[in-house]
């Protein structure tokens, strides 16, 4: 029997605070309800924003509980637009911080999967490690995985989801860059700017119509990135896309270095498993 299931990805400015963050967020969620959206992927700690100059304390000032403020507005908003939010946060569990992922659902209910793979900034912020194994989450029927940034690093990953009957990913990621490498949209005028944004477009933009068996060797996926600056120094490029079990692009938001470029948004598709 043909499964369908319609995801979206969105991209959010999530520099700003936590009801900045939240108001930017139910936008695109509204905004996915009305065109029928039933699985909605935001980026990696979009809630609490990703600052690769994280610390300890950083970390701890911002970090909450699953059932913590923060989730569980989004799991109302799940419920009030009656589909599931994936998004980011910083997860404080007994005295262990995790960089986890908020699975929201319109029933009410809610889980997360935590990061295995984590990046030196994020060792240096003192936190702690998911587990390797991933979570399966069902939606209409559809096996399900999130692999969290550099998860999608781990040892053997394909075949493993593969021996869980996963049949799709979920991919959330920061996103990268430094403010002071980025453009204005006159710097475009320029012969330096333009050259500077070719230089860069390759890593936020995928040309490919189809892409290869080694990125999708099972299944295709849904990934979102972060946006804006957040902090002092970071500012990330943003960048979304949904690929399909064939591996065909069937949307993609670019991403960008030019600042007045940086605009919340969301793309969908439905998916035929």
């Known amino acids: 029997m043909t499964r369908t299931l319609h995801v979206a990805a969105a991209q959010i400015h999530a520099g700003g605070g936590t009801e900045d963050t939240l108001r930017r967020l139910e936008h695109q969620v509204a905004s996915a309800a009305a065109v029928g959206v039933e699985v909605i992927l935001f980026s990696e700690c979009v809630l609490h924003g990703y600052d690769y100059d994280m610390t300890r304390k950083s970390v701890r000032s911002l970090a909450e509980p699953m059932n913590g403020p923060t989730c569980s507005r989004v799991?109302?908003?799940?419920?009030?637009?009656?589909?599931?939010?994936?998004?980011?946060f910083f997860e404080h569990d007994r005295d262990a911080i995790y960089n986890s992922h908020l699975?929201?659902?319109p029933d009410g209910s809610?889980?997360?999967?935590?990061?295995?793979?984590?990046?030196?900034?994020?060792?240096?912020?003192?936190?702690?490690?998911?587990?390797?194994?991933?979570?399966?989450?069902t939606f209409n029927g559809v096996r399900t995985a999130i692999t969290i940034c550099a998860d999608g690093g781990i040892e053997g990953?394909?075949?493993?989801?593969?021996?869980?009957?996963?049949?799709?990913?979920?991919?959330?990621?920061?996103?990268?860059?430094?403010?002071?490498?980025?453009?204005h949209e006159a710097d475009l005028q320029t012969p330096a700017g333009r050259k500077?944004?070719?230089?860069?477009?390759?890593?936020?933009?995928?040309?490919?119509?189809?892409?290869?068996?080694?990125?999708?060797?099972?299944?295709?996926?849904?990934?979102?990135?972060?946006?804006?600056?957040?902090?002092?120094?970071?500012?990330?490029?943003?960048?979304?896309m949904i690929v399909d079990n064939?591996?065909?692009?069937?949307?993609?938001?670019?991403?960008?270095i030019v600042l007045e470029h940086m605009q919340d948004q969301m793309i969908h598709a439905q998916l035929n498993f």
């Open 246 to 256: 064939d591996r065909v692009m069937r949307a993609q938001i670019p991403g960008t």
């Open 75 to 88: 799991v109302k908003l799940a419920r009030r637009h009656k589909l599931a939010i994936l998004a980011g």
């Open 196 to 240: 500077q944004y070719e230089k860069n477009r390759p890593r936020v933009f995928n040309t490919n119509a189809i892409l290869n068996k080694t990125k999708c060797p099972y299944t295709g996926f849904t990934s979102a990135n972060a946006l804006g600056p957040v902090g002092r120094q970071t500012c990330h490029q943003g960048h979304c």
């Open 110 to 137: 809610r889980a997360v999967q935590r990061k295995h793979v984590l990046t030196p900034g994020e060792l240096k912020a003192k936190l702690t490690r998911g587990p390797m194994e991933r979570t399966v989450f």
């Open 157 to 183: 990953l394909h075949d493993r989801l593969h021996k869980q009957g996963v049949t799709y990913r979920f991919c959330p990621t920061g996103g990268g860059g430094k403010i002071a490498d980025y453009l």
């Open 103 to 105: 699975v929201a659902r």
